[in-house]
C-alpha cells in the first residue's frame, strides 16, 4: 500500500522546485522503472503492482518495492497511461564534460516532451551528453523522463551557462538554421557540438555568437520547418553517417 | 457569436463518427487556419476573435467568418491552446493515387499525433501521398491536423487496404525493419514505397509480404527503438540526399 505520505512525496515531485529541494524525480511506466536496473541511478523506492513485481523479481531485486494497486498507482501517477509502477529515484550529480566527442547543446528548448524524445535520439546515436540553456526544459520533469523510453538512464543532460560553455569549448559548433549549408553536403568533424534552438526562436544571438558552422537540412516541400526532435535526429544521422 | 447549433456541430466534429456523417473536420490553431487560404479546401466557416480576423482580411476575404470571443473559441476547441481561429472544412474525395514517384505507406499507425507528424515530414521532403491501413489514425482527427502544423493542406492521406495496394503495386517497397540493410548503405530508386509500421507491433506479416527491400537506421548507441515519425523523418532524408 502506498501510506498518505507517500503519494505526498509522488504529488511534489511533479513539480520542479519539490524536484529540486528534494534531490528527487519520477520513473514512471513499466518499461522506463526496468531500465533502473541496468543503470548507475540510485533508486529510493519502487511502488508496482503485485503481478510488476512477480514477473520482474530480478530486475527489480535491488530495489525497494512497495506493493500498491493499480488504482492506487494511478490516483498518484502524473501520468494518464502506464501506470504498474514509479520509481523515485535520486537526481545524479555529474560533473559538467569538457566539450569532446559528439555533443548536443540546447538553446531554450521548452517543450519536456520534444527534450524526452531529443535524449531517446541521441541515445540512438550513441551521444552522451547533452548541455542545455539554463532556461531548457526540466531533463527531470516526468514528460521528459517519459518520452525518453528508457534512454534518461544513458544520456546526461546538464543545465548551464551555455554561451559561456559555447565561448569555452574549442570544437566545432554545428548551428542549425533555415539558411545554412545543406546536411547533405557538410562535411563534419569526429568532434563537434550540434546547436539546436526553439521551435518558436530559434539560436538566440548570445549563442549564435559561437557557431562555426551554420547547417540545414534542405527542403524539398511545403513544410516551413521541421520539429526541433526531428530537426535534431535527422542531422545526426547526417554526423553518424561520416563517424561511426 | 458562435451558436448554440454551431457549438453542437464543432463538438461533434470532434468524435470519427460525425466528421464521417457530416463529411467535415475542423482545422485548428492561427496558423493552421491560415494555411487554409493557400489550399484547394472547401471551408465552410471560419470562426475568430475580431482580432485574428482583423489582423488577416487578405488571407480570409474568401472565407465566411464568424467573429467569437477568445472564451466562447476556447470552449469549442477540442485542443487545449492556440484557439484564436477554428475553421469547419470539408472532407475532400481525392482518387487513391496509382503507385508512383516517392510515397509512405502506413501500417496501423494509431497515434494521432505520429501520424500529423508523418504528414508534415513528409510535406518538408515533397512528398504529396501516404497510404495506410485503414486502423491507422484518422488522417481528420483534430490531434493529426494539429501536429501537421499546416501540412495537412498539402500531403494527401488514402485510407485503404494496405496489403492489397502493396500488391498490386510495381514499386520497390522499403520496409523499416530493426534487422535489415542500413539506409547508410542503401541504393534508393527514384520512385518507391516506405513502408513504416506501428511502434508496438513494426509491419505486420499481411503487408510485410511485399516488402522488397528490408532497411534500418543504423544504431550507435543504448536505445532500443524510434519513434515512428522520427525514424520516418530520417529514412526520408537518406532517399531524398539520393534522389533530390
Redesign the interface.
Known amino acids: 500500500m502506498i501510506s498518505k505520505n507517500q503519494i505526498k512525496l509522488l504529488r511534489a515531485l511533479g513539480q520542479k522546485k519539490q524536484r529540486k529541494a528534494l534531490g528527487l524525480f519520477l520513473v514512471q511506466g513499466e518499461k522506463n522503472v526496468l531500465e533502473l536496473a541496468s543503470s548507475t541511478l540510485t533508486v529510493k523506492h519502487v511502488f508496482a503492482t503485485a503481478e510488476f513485481i512477480e514477473q520482474n523479481q530480478q530486475a527489480l531485486k535491488d530495489f525497494e518495492c512497495i506493493e500498491a494497486s493499480l488504482e492506487d498507482l494511478t490516483k498518484a501517477s502524473t501520468l494518464v497511461s502506464n501506470n504498474a509502477a514509479i520509481a523515485v529515484v535520486e537526481i545524479p550529480t555529474f560533473e559538467v564534460p569538457s566539450a569532446q566527442g559528439m555533443m548536443i547543446a540546447l538553446d531554450g528548448v521548452q517543450d519536456p516532451g520534444n527534450l524526452g ?1 531529443i535524449i ?8 552522451k551528453h547533452i548541455v542545455a540553456s539554463s532556461d531548457c526544459a526540466d531533463p527531470y520533469n516526468p514528460k521528459t523522463i517519459s518520452a525518453t ?3 534518461f538512464g ?1 544520456v546526461q543532460v546538464h543545465q548551464l551557462d551555455l554561451a559561456h560553455y559555447l565561448e569555452t569549448s574549442n570544437l566545432p559548433v554545428y548551428g542549425a538554421f533555415l539558411e545554412g549549408e545543406s546536411v ?1 553536403k557538410t562535411e563534419f568533424a569526429a568532434q563537434g557540438i550540434l546547436l539546436m534552438g526553439s521551435e518558436s526562436h530559434g539560436i538566440r544571438p548570445e549563442a549564435a555568437k559561437f557557431v562555426t558552422d551554420k547547417i540545414t ?11 526541433v ?2 530537426a535534431t ?2 542531422i545526426l ?2 554526423m ?2 561520416q563517424h ?1
Chains 1, 2 share one sequence.
Do not use: K, Q
Open positions: 524524445t531517446r535520439v541521441a541515445d540512438w546515436y550513441g551521444i523510453m528508457g534512454s544513458r547533405h537540412i534542405p527542403a524539398f516541400g511545403g513544410a516551413e520547418s521541421l520539429n526532435a526531428m535526429g535527422i544521422d547526417n553518424r553517417r561511426s
